[in-house]
């Protein structure tokens, strides 16, 4: 997809990421999860949803970053944690980077979806919407300069897995 600067705007989704086992890991590991509320999106917005940070000495931390590593050539892992949103929180609009060669990862944890679910990634790109249904075990990638947001369930909770990686 290409705006109107003339630079591409990388948005990427590569479906049946790991395997059933290791999506079972995952989502286990999201389940028995510690959380501390809210994540700013923006400085002036306040905080929504709940975020448990993964430490980089934990096995699912390497375990990801291998995973996620081969989509980011030559960027360094920043930061990795789980989002976790109840129904109806209303996340803002945000970028995670200035910079456009810097990635963000979303791996979506939640064992089942339907279109009725909601909980889309939304993204605003040259004055449209976009949307990314959050199918089990998919991993969206993209440019991290890229103003999105998470959209919640209707009537459960979303979890999903942030990895950021950063130019050195």
Request: hydrophobic share 30%; glycine share 4%.
């Amino acid at each position: 997809m290409e705006n109107k600067s003339g630079k591409d705007n990388i948005i990427n989704v590569e479906d049946n990421f790991l395997s059933d086992e290791e999506h079972i890991f995952v989502l286990d590991y999201c389940l028995s999860a510690k959380y501390t509320y809210g994540e700013y999106d923006r400085p002036e917005s306040p905080p929504t949803g709940m975020i448990s940070e993964i430490d980089e000495t934990e096995n699912i931390y390497k375990f990801i970053k291998e995973k996620t590593e081969p989509f980011a050539q030559g960027l360094v892992l920043s930061r990795m944690y789980i989002n976790l949103f109840s129904p109806s929180e209303n996340p803002y609009f945000h970028t995670d980077s200035k910079c456009h060669s810097d990635i963000t990862c979303l791996y979506y944890v939640n064992d089942t979806w339907d279109i009725d679910d909601g909980g889309t990634t939304e993204f605003y790109i040259d004055g449209n919407f976009i949307g990314v249904a959050p199918l089990p075990n998919r991993l969206l990638y993209f440019s991290a300069d890229i103003p999105h947001k998470a959209t919640t369930f209707r009537n459960r909770y979303r979890f999903t897995v942030a990895v950021k990686y950063n130019e050195r």
